[in-house]
């Protein structure tokens, strides 16, 4: 819960981070960026930016996950130099530090949505659609990089303001197929350490439970939910092939 508790903080960084790109810069206007108002928004922007990203990357990390910290945050790297040199050399965009933060978060919610798996609280499907949901919202935040600069004041003013309305509707997604994802949720406190698959013929098909291994308790789909009352009919509908 630690990691969602960080995506909630990112948040709230990126909403207070769009009020005070829009009070700041907004065409025409004259005012201080880090003064009064705005220095109070740029303030609560840093200070829920830095708790969000100490909760995401400290909170609750699982036991088993499917990439390592090392391959993710190496990868993290070498992208943002690879981006670095083709965004300079072969669209001549001057390097700012949107690209840096664009990178970074990248490579923040991969972790995060590795950690949500690894824990069992993403199905097949709920991850490949939040891989999904990432991507575009990592390459549309590069092609508005890209454009700035190009791009008439008022336009740009607006454009700039997408890479953070992808990130926000990314992680509100995140954090909804997470915590709707009922069918991988432990029934005690625990991280997932190891899945398997048994199989029971029905008439008409079978069925297929999943057995989880979970730090210090060792439960079966089908113990779970005679546990928890739900029927078998549901039971067998969720895993009937």
């Known amino acids: 819960m ?32 880090v003064k009064g108002l705005n220095g109070l928004l740029l303030f609560i922007t840093a200070l829920t930016g830095i708790g969000g990203v100490i909760l995401s990357l400290t909170g609750d990390a699982p036991a088993s996950v499917m ?48 950690c949500l798996d690894g824990a ?10 939040m891989t999904t949901v990432l991507a575009i919202a990592f390459l549309g935040s590069m092609v508005c990089y890209v454009l700035y600069y190009r791009l008439e004041e008022r336009t740009a003013f607006y454009v700039a303001m997408i890479p953070l309305i992808a990130g926000i509707v990314s992680m509100v997604t995140m954090i909804g197929l ?30 297929v439970y999943d057995s989880f291994a979970w730090a210090g308790d060792m439960m079966t789909f089908r113990e779970y ?17």
Do not use: D, K
């Open 178 to 207: 997470a915590m709707t994802c009922r069918c991988l949720t432990p029934p005690t406190p625990g991280f997932l350490l190891h899945r398997f698959y048994t199989c029971e013929p029905i008439p008409g098909g079978m069925v």
């Open 67 to 114: 990439i390592s910290p090392f391959a993710i945050l190496t990868s993290g790297i070498i992208a943002y130099i690879v981006l670095l040199l083709v965004t300079r050399f072969l669209f001549n965009r001057i390097v700012t530090s949107e690209l840096f933060l664009i990178v970074a978060w990248t490579t923040l919610e991969v972790w995060v949505l590795n």
């Open 120 to 129: 069992g609280m993403l199905s097949n499907t709920r991850f490949w659609v």
């Open 2 to 33: 630690n990691i969602l508790n960080g995506q909630i903080l990112l948040i709230i960084c990126f909403l207070f981070y769009l009020i005070w790109w829009y009070r700041g810069f907004r065409p025409g206007s004259t005012v201080s960026r």
């Open 225 to 241: 939910f005679e546990m928890t009352g739900t029927s078998t009919h549901h039971r067998e509908g969720m895993y009937a092939l």
